[in-house]
């Protein structure tokens, strides 16, 4: 089975700080995206990348930066987080011809 | 852009009933995917179904099936005989059939349903 997952389910954090997010994929997907989920709005795309130290902005992609220095690894930076960055935060994984596979997800507070 | 539209905020059925869950899309593009997703409350996505464009024949996986109306840009999804275990948000999602190259794989969502089984 595909295995997206992500450090932490619940983050707390202050305004200002830098976090980071991290997700790690074990089956060589080339794809991996971050994506923000709010109620009402679904679910947008941050960014995603296609290869290593490749990146694509989403929808949404102000406030936040990625890294992706190698395959299996995708980091959403928040590099001072305010606290209409709270949210749900999604990673997710994919190769060509595969389904879109998901990580549990972390639930981000920024007090 | 293509966009992805639930209109059924809530949704309701009593146990071991039927229910249909609403979505239209929008794209210019003629091959893509379209997938409904399950997100229970451990909130982990769950892909539930998902159907090729370039497919007539509506896709089904069990309880659940798709009627697929291309022409109309509409895919909803039927559960059958639901149960407990149903009860989840619902998620409609459109992605372009891939032609290699960048952001070939991005999935556009709905706002999503919530159903509520009654026991």
């Known amino acids: 089975d595909v295995k997206v997952t992500q450090s932490s389910r619940y983050l707390v954090k202050r305004t200002g700080e830098k976090v980071f997010l991290e997700c790690v994929q074990d089956m060589d997907h080339e794809n991996m995206f971050w994506y923000r989920q709010d109620p009402g709005l679904g679910l947008r795309l941050i960014y995603f990348s296609y290869d290593v130290k490749m990146k694509e902005k989403g929808d949404i992609p102000e406030g936040y930066s990625v890294s992706r220095e190698k395959k299996e690894r995708f980091s959403l930076i928040l590099e001072s987080a305010s606290t209409n960055q709270t949210s749900m935060y999604l990673c997710?994984?994919?190769?060509?011809?595969?389904?879109?596979?998901f990580g549990q997800g972390t639930r981000l507070t920024v007090v | 852009a293509q966009t992805v539209t639930q209109s059924q905020p809530e949704m309701s059925v009593q146990e071991a009933e039927t229910v249909t869950l609403s979505c239209t899309y929008d794209t210019s593009e003629s091959d893509y995917y379209l997938f409904w997703y399950k997100q229970p409350p451990s909130r982990q996505m769950i892909l539930v179904i998902r159907?090729?464009?370039?497919?007539?024949q509506n896709a089904t996986e069990n309880r659940f099936s798709v009627n697929f109306q291309k022409a109309a840009k509409s895919f909803s999804l039927k559960i059958s005989d639901s149960q407990l275990g149903d009860a989840a948000m619902y998620f409609c999602a459109y992605r372009r059939r891939s032609r290699g190259g960048q952001g070939a794989q991005k999935l556009v969502f709905g706002q999503g349903t919530r159903l509520t089984i009654n026991p």
């Open positions: 159907q090729e464009a370039y497919k007539q």
């Open positions: 997710a994984s994919s190769s060509t011809g595969t389904g879109v596979f």
